[in-house]
């Protein structure tokens, strides 16, 4: 029998597959309701301290091979965020949540973290792939390694002024090619992990009968199977330069292909536009898959294949 349990930054997953940030992740009952469907735990949507409007609708479009998203972070706020978590935690977690925390100003990370302590996550996500609107040309911290080892800083600094054991790990981009350097800025800042990747892009569709982009915001983040070969090399720069654990995340649709991502360095598999393609029970069927890989490839547990490639 294979051993699909995974510890992460210290916390257990009964297998590796996680809901990403913004799939499925507007309530408490379709967070349970994931869990349900076999993940071993869920990230919330991207928290706001103050909220988020997003982007006018059309914001989607799935296609077979990539998915668009547009929808721009929208969110309630921290306060919303508290309903969330103890509906949640109802009448007990029935996996790990991970809190996905957003800002557009470095210094709310500040607040945010302290805010988000309060609600007991298991583990934090700072989402640092939002554009600095502080920066002159809005430059996401997650291309910059000082903005980004700032930003990994400051909630570190509250996470020990509050004494908290909650991990820190940081949500990385794909859009810059020094994913490594970056990822080692915000290791030597406090990050206990990552989490690879953000969507890559924007992208852009255009409707050829009306000639105009499709999306109402022009462009969307490009998810879904077209970026998996990205994700896997993201991931595996991140794992050599830090060995940290990692939440390897983008166009992941099979077992296989997650037991790639976990070859390439990941200890979680985060899993979100597939559902797109697979509906919601395919967290489940995905495990089973992996599982049936590692009994036909003599794999006991899942220890054995994180990072192997050589």
């Known amino acids: 029998m294979t051993n699909l349990k995974v510890k992460f930054c210290g916390v257990e997953f009964k297998n590796p597959t996680v809901l990403a940030s913004g799939v499925l992740g507007v309530t408490a009952a379709s967070l349970k309701n994931v869990i349900r469907n076999g993940a071993g735990g869920v990230t919330t949507k991207s928290i706001w301290l103050n909220g988020n409007q997003g982007h006018k609708n059309p914001t989607m479009l799935g296609t077979e091979h990539y998915f668009l998203n547009a929808v721009g972070l929208s969110d309630a706020g921290i306060e919303k965020a508290k309903d969330l ?57 997650a291309c910059d390694p000082m903005q980004a080892a700032h930003a990994t ?26 994913i490594g350097r970056i990822a080692m800025a915000c290791a030597e800042a406090g990050a206990d992990g990552f989490c690879a990747i953000n969507t890559v892009g924007p992208g852009m569709a255009i409707d050829l009968k009306t000639r105009l982009p499709i999306l109402a915001n022009r462009v969307g983040g490009v998810s879904g199977p077209a970026i998996k070969p990205i994700a896997i090399k993201c991931v595996n720069d991140v794992w050599k330069a830090t060995k940290l654990p990692i939440i390897g995340t983008g166009g992941v649709m099979t077992g296989e292909d997650a037991i790639e991502m976990m070859m390439a360095g990941a200890t979680l598999v985060g899993i979100g536009t597939m559902v797109y393609y697979r509906d919601v029970s395919g967290f489940g069927e995905i495990v089973k898959e992996m599982d049936a890989w590692c009994k036909k490839n003599g794999v006991k547990d899942l220890k054995e294949i994180i990072g192997c490639i050589k």
């Open 85 to 141: 978590f103890t509906e949640y935690s109802k009448p007990k977690r029935l996996a790990p949540i991970i809190a996905s925390v957003v800002a557009n100003k470095i210094d709310e990370f500040e607040d945010l973290t302290r805010a988000i302590v309060e609600l007991d996550p298991d583990v934090i996500e700072v989402n640092i792939s939002c554009p600095n609107v502080e920066d002159k040309f809005g430059i996401p911290f």
């Open 153 to 178: 800083k400051i909630a570190r600094k509250v996470l020990t002024g509050l004494k908290s054991k909650i991990p820190l790990i940081v949500k990385l981009s794909p859009n810059t090619p020094m």
